[in-house]
């Protein structure tokens, strides 16, 4: 078995959930450079594709608040080698369907399995990074999602030719399988359980022991209080899914490219999103320390990713240039992912005690725009034959985001119990002497 004797313990365990996030992403996304080979063997169209991207997106929607839940209910270790094995196994199916109809239950059951995985892992993280990390934390592990979105292309695109379509999802499958193997072997909910881990790392951990507490959990209050974030959250994922699922397509279909150059052209959009990822890890935990604001640590970079996603998304309807719509795809994409670290950071900060539950309301959001997004796009596509028209509802979303984020208030810890004012005892009124 792997031994990762270079880093401490919980900098092993920020490598595992890394690899996590790459994985993951590698099975979610691939279908978005497999539809093509896909489409002419199956016999599908556009819309019909748009329901088998978002057929991943219903159970993974709902799974954010389940799997949560779970997570703080059983702990990270035991969630994750439930979920893990479930989307492994789906993946492996995906290259056995038949049809529409088997491909869209793959899919389905993929979104079962993957819904709990980011959540799951926010609660990990909450239990094994200082406070000072969570926005690195939340960054590197993102921007490993990202390396995942551009790896993806290159090696199905590989897979495919040297292969097959089928043979690459059934690779895939095997190697999420590997990693729960690595998972369940080395993690452990609690930090003070772990053989490896030193009294320093201990010193700086959270105070409380969070895992393995089975508090109670508000859940109304609690969804009050994470509803902005939730909204905000839609408004990246909508931009988002429509970058995972078509952009690959859009380089193939608009610009008449073959695979390997459209995954080529779809790889370096991604890779600026790695980069974005990285550095809005990095920025937010530099203003906190700075400033000592969790608020404009978190809310100051979301603002500005959405803004300038919005700025550089802008020109793609008007310009028709490769090498420029490339390079404006970039830049959209870097922007679009300064806003995943601190974004993800706000649950830990709001809720530590809550973070998987509270993660998964807010990566409702997320899913709930991969419900409805793909199947707009695919239906918009069909309708009129033009690739870029998905790119204007996207525009819209980014303006509200960065309204919305200035709502969030990371800065303002939500609490188990509504503090009330004590009662206010009155004396008894004296009695009077009869006359």
Request: aromatic content about 12%; proline content about 6%.
């Amino acid at each position: 078995m792997l031994r990762l004797v270079r880093f401490k313990a919980t900098d092993r365990v920020l490598l595992i959930i890394c690899l996590m996030y790459l994985v993951t992403y590698i099975d979610r996304v691939n279908i978005g450079t497999a539809a093509p080979a896909m489409q002419k063997e199956l016999g599908l169209t556009n819309f019909e594709l748009g329901l088998a991207f978002s057929a991943f997106a219903y159970p993974y929607a709902f799974f954010q608040i389940a799997g949560g839940w779970l997570g703080d209910r059983l702990g990270p270790r035991m969630t994750l080698l439930i979920c893990g094995a479930i989307w492994s196994a789906a993946t492996v199916a995906i290259g056995f369907v038949e049809g529409a109809i088997s491909l869209v239950i793959a899919r389905f059951i993929l979104g079962i399995g993957e819904g709990s995985a980011f959540p799951t892992a926010t609660r990990a993280l909450a239990n094994w990074m200082a406070a000072d990390r969570r926005g690195f934390a939340q960054g590197i592990t993102h921007a490993f999602a990202r390396l995942g979105n551009a790896l993806t292309p290159p090696l199905i695109a590989f897979l495919i030719v040297a292969l097959s379509w089928r043979d690459s999802f059934i690779i895939v499958g095997l190697i999420s399988f590997a990693w729960v193997a690595l998972w369940f072997w080395y993690f452990r909910d609690d930090p003070r359980d772990h053989k490896h881990v030193t009294p320093e790392e201990i010193a700086v951990l959270p105070t409380v022991k969070i895992a393995g507490e089975r508090k109670a959990v508000p859940w109304r209050r609690l969804l009050k209080r994470m509803m902005p974030v939730t909204m905000t959250d839609f408004c990246y994922g909508w931009t988002l899914w429509l970058f995972l699922n078509w952009i690959p397509s859009y380089f193939l279909h608009q610009y008449q490219l073959d695979i390997k150059k459209s995954a080529i052209f779809a790889s370096g959009v991604f890779f600026a999103g790695v980069v974005g990822d990285t550095v809005g890890g990095i920025v937010s935990d530099r203003i906190l320390k700075q400033t000592g604001s969790v608020s404009k640590a978190r809310v100051s970079v979301i603002v500005v990713g959405f803004l300038g996603a919005f700025l550089f998304m802008l020109p793609v309807l008007f310009v028709t240039d490769l090498l420029t719509i490339t390079l404006c795809l970039s830049g959209a994409f870097f922007f679009a992912e300064l806003i995943v670290a601190p974004i993800w950071a706000v649950p830990m900060d709001i809720a530590p005690q809550h973070s998987g539950t509270a993660s998964g309301f807010m990566n409702f959001g997320f899913g709930l725009a991969g419900m409805i997004s793909p199947v707009v796009f695919g239906a918009v596509i069909d309708a009129t034959g033009r690739w870029d028209l998905p790119f204007v509802a996207s525009l819209g979303l980014l303006l509200l985001g960065a309204v919305l984020a200035l709502r969030m208030r990371p800065d303002e810890p939500f609490l188990d119990e509504v503090e009330t004012a004590p009662p206010v005892v009155t004396a008894p009124a004296a009695v009077r002497p009869s006359a």
